[in-house]
């Protein structure tokens, strides 16, 4: 995965926190996302990298991005 293709529509913040509440903030975010939109998820939780690959594969929404800096994660995701 590459960095970020284009400028998301939403960033949700969710440093601090283990699974599954990276997930479930996405979740709760992505539900008020029209389809196509690019939401962020920052999180400081390197297990959320591949939680958010199987909720990709779940949900039908895709991993469009991910990047690491300082150890926080920004995982971008398209609403599908």
């Known amino acids: 995965m590459g960095s970020e293709v284009q400028p998301v529509d939403l960033t ?3 440093c ?7 997930i479930l903030k ?3 975010a992505l539900s008020n ?4 939109q690019l939401l962020k998820v920052l999180t400081t ?14 949900t039908g929404n895709t991993v ?6 300082d150890g926080v994660y920004a ?6």
């Open 12 to 14: 949700v913040d969710a």
């Open 75 to 80: 995982i971008v995701i398209k609403r599908k």
């Open 26 to 28: 996405a979740k709760k």
């Open 33 to 36: 996302m029209a389809s196509g």
């Open 45 to 58: 939780d390197p297990g959320a990298v591949g939680d958010f690959q199987f909720f990709g594969q779940q």
């Open 64 to 69: 469009v991005g991910q990047t690491e800096t």
């Open 16 to 22: 601090g926190t283990k699974c599954p509440m990276p």
